[in-house]
T-cell receptor, first 113, second 111 residues
Framework: AQTVTQSQPEMSVQEAETVTLSCTYD???????LFWYKQPPSRQMILVIRQEAYKQQNATENRFSVNFQKAAKSFSLKISDSQLGDAAMYFC??????????FGSGTQLTVLP | EPEVTQTPSHQVTQMGQEVILRCVPI?????FYWYRQILGQKVEFLVSFYNNEISEKSEIFDDQFSVERPDGSNFTLKIRSTKLEDSAMYFCASSELGTAIFGSGTQLSVL
């Protein structure tokens, strides 16, 4: 069974600074996807970024980028130039051959003005 | 941009009552899911649906739960006899090529 671990329940960052959220996972599969979802106070689940395991290149979406270390089973999210609107709960998730998502417990990000 | 639509946004029910949560997935998606999130906890997988049948289900998805695709667009989750511990946010999601897009959720409160 897949597991996803987020060891940082809470993080804070100063506006305009950079923050990195950590995630590790465990899987026996070689082909899978990894995701970061953002959940603001509205509780909607918003896709931030996705990484295919077969791709060596780290995914990037504007101010969001990942550091994917397949051998270490690590998948961290870097947010550059943090904005007040980035404040939310961030969930790391894994999807394998069964397609459903396994989520971590989340990291609550606070952005300080 | 295509989106997953869920109704209602809030549902209040009495313990023991049946509820049906409704979802309209993105039209060209083939895989449909239900997840739930108890307040303050992680998002948990309930069930996945493909080709008009359940493809995977979790331990949470017991005989009290059922899913249905009654027509070409709707996807429903029925809870037969609600319990207090069923109070949660229920998310529908759909996917085509591995990326699940979530609806905005139905907050279910069981009194």
């Amino acid at each position: 069974a897949q597991t996803v671990t987020q060891s940082q329940p809470e993080m804070s960052v100063q506006e305009a600074e950079t923050v990195t959220l950590s995630c590790t996972y465990d899987t026996s599969e070689s082909d899978y996807y990894l995701f970061w979802y953002k959940q603001p106070p509205s509780r909607q689940m918003i896709l931030v970024i996705r990484q295919e395991a077969y791709k060596q290149q780290n995914a990037t979406e504007n101010r969001f980028s990942v550091n994917f270390q397949k051998a270490a089973k690590s998948f961290s999210l870097k947010i550059s130039d943090s904005q007040l609107g980035d404040a939310a709960m961030y969930f790391c998730a894994h999807s394998g051959s069964a397609r459903q998502l396994t989520f971590g417990s989340g990291t609550q990000l606070t952005v300080l003005p | 941009e295509p989106e997953v639509t869920q109704t209602p946004s809030h549902q209040v029910t009495q313990m023991g009552q049946e509820v049906i949560l409704r979802c309209v997935p993105i039209s060209n998606h083939l895989y449909f899911y239900w997840y739930r999130q108890i307040l303050g906890q992680k998002v948990e997988f309930l069930v996945s649906f493909y080709n008009n049948e359940i493809s995977e289900k979790s331990e949470i998805f017991d005989d009290q739960f059922s899913v249905e695709r009654p027509d070409g667009s709707n996807f429903t989750l029925k809870i037969r006899s609600t319990k207090l511990e069923d109070s949660a946010m229920y998310f529908c999601a759909s996917s085509e090529l591995g990326t699940a897009i979530f609806g905005s959720g139905t907050q279910l409160s069981v009194l």
